[in-house]
């Protein structure tokens, strides 16, 4: 029998805790219910992260900006946006 992996278990525990699945995960699928864990982490392959190390020895740090779609993946994972 199939065991969904750990992030597809959360996934799947907290959209069915919450009564609402993803929107616009997949193609032709609305609130979708059971995402797979490649679908999730491929909506995030153009995410672009940066450190900057400046001379006074501080690093500061910059993510791009999330679409909607990318903040709820990371909610239903119980993962913070920043």
């Given at each position: 029998?199939f065991q ?45 992260s940066r ?21 709820d993946i ?9």
């Amino acid at each position: 029998m199939f065991q969904p992996i750990p992030i597809e278990r959360s996934a799947r525990k907290n959209i069915q805790a919450r009564g609402k699945g993803l929107e616009n995960c997949m193609p032709n699928r609305k609130d979708y219910q059971a995402p797979e864990a490649e679908y999730l982490l491929q909506k995030f392959e153009h995410v672009v992260s940066r450190i900057i190390r400046l001379p006074d020895e501080k690093n500061y740090g910059s993510v791009s900006e999330l679409t909607e779609l990318q903040s709820d993946i990371l909610v239903i994972l119980d993962l913070p946006e920043r």
